[in-house]
């Protein structure tokens, strides 16, 4: 049973960071496809970045050279550091895990629409100005 546990959100101001966590277990970890799904208030769930099996990653445009994927596979820990963070960037986010997909790219677009995906239960981001 996939488990998926996101942890290390909170509030900050306008240019701050947050490094977020997300705790695996239940699957084979170096062999999913995984990644950081956001939802905001009124708004529907968007990638924000993922990798495939291969760890080839896409990044959605506007978080792009301010937040960066990484993992411990020793860990089964996946983390997403966000740096100038801006309030735009307010939302759940949410940790997700999927074992097979056809590309990092149609992961990141369509990830809330497929099939087979496991989502953690999510940690609130606030970003003030």
């Known amino acids: 049973q996939v488990q998926l546990v996101e942890s290390g959100g909170g509030s900050v101001q306008s240019g701050g960071s947050l490094r977020l966590s997300c705790a695996t277990s239940g699957y084979s970890f170096s062999n999913y496809c995984m990644g950081w799904f956001r939802q905001g208030p009124g708004k529907e769930r968007e990638g924000v970045v993922v990798f495939d099996s291969a760890r080839r990653t896409s990044y959605r445009d506007s978080v792009q050279g301010r937040f960066t994927i990484s993992e411990d596979s020793a860990k089964k820990t996946l983390y997403l550091q966000m740096d100038n963070l801006k309030p735009e960037d307010t939302a759940m986010y949410y940790c997700?895990?999927?074992?097979?997909?056809?590309?990092?790219?149609?992961?990141?677009?369509?990830?809330?629409?497929?099939?087979?995906?496991?989502w953690g239960h999510g940690t609130q981001v606030t970003v003030s100005s």
């Open positions: 997700s895990a999927k074992a097979t997909c056809y590309s990092s790219d149609n992961y990141l677009r369509q990830g809330p629409q497929l099939r087979f995906v496991n």
